[in-house]
């Protein structure tokens, strides 16, 4: 089984940084994507960043939602099977539980995998 494990949340002033991490485990066959949602109160879950292995039909690289682009930063390390999410110059509404998604071929065959969220509050 497959399982994502968060870390990085926390409480930080408008304009701070953040840095939040997921970490994938299990039998993974092909990792096509690794990608970062948030839901904030009363709100659906949204796309943050995406970023994509790359392959015939979609291209490698990093996909952004236009509310973060120039702020946070999607990065992967592969042989780790871990994806990174740096915030920058965050403001009062990117406060949200914020979630990895791993889109995989695994024992299971092709599915997604989420983890169980960490909080971010930007606040004064």
């Known amino acids: 089984q497959v399982q994502l494990v968060e870390s990085g949340g926390g409480r930080v002033q408008p304009g701070g940084s953040l840095r939040l991490s997921c970490a994938a485990s299990?039998?993974?066959?092909?990792?096509?994507?690794m990608s970062w949602y948030r839901q904030a109160p009363g709100k659906q879950r949204e796309l943050v960043a995406v970023?994509?292995?790359?392959?015939?039909?979609?291209?490698?690289?990093?996909v952004y939602a236009d509310s973060v682009k120039g702020r946070f930063t999607i990065s992967r390390d592969n042989a780790e099977n871990t994806v990174y999410l740096q915030m920058n110059s965050l403001k009062p509404e990117d406060t949200a539980v914020y979630y990895c998604?791993?889109?995989?071929?695994?024992?299971?065959?092709?599915?997604?995998?989420w983890g169980e969220g960490t909080q971010v509050t930007v606040s004064s």
């Open positions: 970023h994509n292995t790359g392959g015939t039909a979609v291209p490698s690289g990093a």
């Open positions: 998604n791993a889109h995989l071929r695994g024992i299971m065959g092709v599915g997604d995998y």
């Open positions: 299990g039998t993974i066959f092909v990792l096509y994507s």
